[in-house]
T-cell receptor
């Protein structure tokens, strides 16, 4: 079945450091890939997505490229801020008719310090 | 435009009881999905509702059931609660056929 594997956290960085959170997936066919972010006490917010191989999703300085050859979708940001502290979830989706189910990784907690 | 709203935000039940969680979908969204997020884990797909019918189900027992109403709002019902049902329950809505979900803030259930 489908699965998503993320690097374990927590990841602790100083402000303005470079961020990479690794994500690899297992799925048949061509899933869509997503990064969601969860701030403390809140639900999940879509951060970025990519729907086909070599697509790059980007938002708020975050980027991720859909690499089918390595089945990866690593999240990167050039300079993190304290406000980026949150839990980041990698996910994939395969549509079957009108049903759309997301399969999530276990999440990576990011803590950014001054 | 209003987002996805869930109620209650927190509740405590005892083992064996039943619980109903409610969700109002975002305006214009006719598909509702429910996810269970245990502490420290990623959300797990429970089921999805479209046009008031269950339209996809994850690996959850039948004591997890749901409803969708004509206004696209939804309920998640869990019978015979077990300690392992303690989790954050997330509702998400989407337009028909879309794979981008809008999540609510969740209902945190504690089973004692």
């Amino acid at each position: 079945g489908d699965s998503v594997t993320q690097m374990e956290g927590p990841v602790t960085l100083s402000e303005e450091a470079f961020l990479t959170i690794n994500c690899t997936y297992t799925a048949t066919g061509y899933p869509s890939l997503f990064w969601y972010v969860q701030y403390p006490g809140e639900g999940l917010q879509l951060l970025l997505k990519a729907t086909k191989a070599d697509d790059k999703g980007s938002n708020k300085g975050f980027e991720a490229t859909y690499r089918k050859e390595t089945t990866s979708f690593h999240l990167e940001k050039g300079s993190v801020q304290v406000s980026d502290s949150a839990v980041y979830f990698c996910a994939l989706s395969r549509n079957t008719g009108t049903a759309s189910k997301l399969t999530f990784g276990t999440g990576t907690r990011l803590q950014v310090t001054l | 435009e209003t987002g996805v709203t869930q109620s209650p935000t927190h509740l405590i039940k005892t083992r064996g009881q039943q619980v109903t969680l409610r969700c109002s979908s975002q305006s214009g969204h006719n598909t509702v999905s429910w996810y269970q997020q245990a502490l420290g884990q990623g959300p797990q797909f429970i089921f999805q509702y479209y046009r008031e019918e269950e339209n996809g189900r994850g690996n959850f027992p039948p004591r997890f059931s749901g409803l969708q109403f004509p206004n696209y709002s939804s309920e998640l019902n869990v019978n015979a609660l077990e300690l392992d049902d303690s989790a954050l329950y997330l509702c998400a809505s989407s337009p028909e056929g879309a794979n981008v979900l809008t999540f609510g803030a969740g209902s945190r259930l504690t089973v004692l």
